[in-house]
């Protein structure tokens, strides 16, 4: 297939282009480089011959119309999104403007490019997002596809927005869409300011490990490689217009999460003292929910997909690639707002 992925430098994005370039596909990274992108995500396939970059704002109707007609897709993978909660507390102009009016601006060069190849059942416009959209559950229950939208951070709010557009633009349009919700992603190339690399790394220059509130939060833990796995499996073999949860089966506190995490490198690079001494509770952030938890039934029923990685794998995985890593996350961690407290505004 030939396939537009939008966001490919980012941290789901570059999976995904990692894992679709070495299949085969003819693959266009379409990435603004903004500030949690990184080109070295991709370094590995970069030199193939069924691999191209271009840099460009998904909110740029012509390059959006350009890159169609250059590249002459079969599918889109809409990954480019802004995607920090914490940063979006604190502007979230930006995320509207990403999130909502990048992916409307994306779907009408679709659309446009679709028409013009006569509409094409085969085309796809695959809309990859987040379970944040469906807000919080208590201590039992699971989202399901079915499960009404409840947002409550401008970030998940901007993306159910998105998520709404897309579903208009197949039903008022019959552009030929599918869905994606995912629960929480981890593993190699992730961005320095989220909570696993900012455990990992503080812990290794022995600062604090922040944790909001008492760290009860639970969240379903999904390793980014099976995820790029199942969104190709999705946009390949997904119904056309269905949406598709996909988790990781893997809830844990975040308080539990930290916990493994300094297990795994009091073992692999052990300290003057266990890392877990440097645990810290810290005010919670406004509007936190307080548990996410996925049913990945449809997914499993329909396609036969299921994740591959149990959470204390793929922690061991992350621990050491960061650790086998340092020059990359040391070039990132001078970028603007990484290592700071973000998301306090009220």
Known sequence: MRLIVTGGAGFIGSAVVRQAVVAGHEVLNLDALTYAACLDNVASVADRPNYTFLEADIRDRAAMDQAFADHQPDAIMHLAAESHVDRSIDGPGTFIETNITGTYTLLEAARAYWLAQGKPDSFRFHHISTDEVYGSL????QFTEDTPYDPRSPYSASKAASDHLVRAWAETYG????LTNCSNNYGPYHFPEKLIPVVILNALAGKPLPIYGDGSNVRDWLYVEDHADALLTVLQRGELGRSYNIG???????????QTICAILDRLKPGPHPYADLITFVTDRPGH?????IDPTRIREELGWRPSVTVEEGLEKTVRWYLDNEPWWRALQDRQGVGQRLGVKT
């Not at 208590?138 to 229950?141: A, C, P, Q």
């Not at 929910?289 to 938890?293: I, S």
Request: aromatic share 4%; glycine share 12%.
């Open 138 to 141: 208590g201590d039992t229950g």
């Open 175 to 178: 552009l030929p869409v599918v």
């Open 248 to 258: 990781g089966e893997n809830e844990r506190s975040n308080l539990e999460l930290v």
């Open 289 to 293: 929910d307080a548990r996410y938890a």
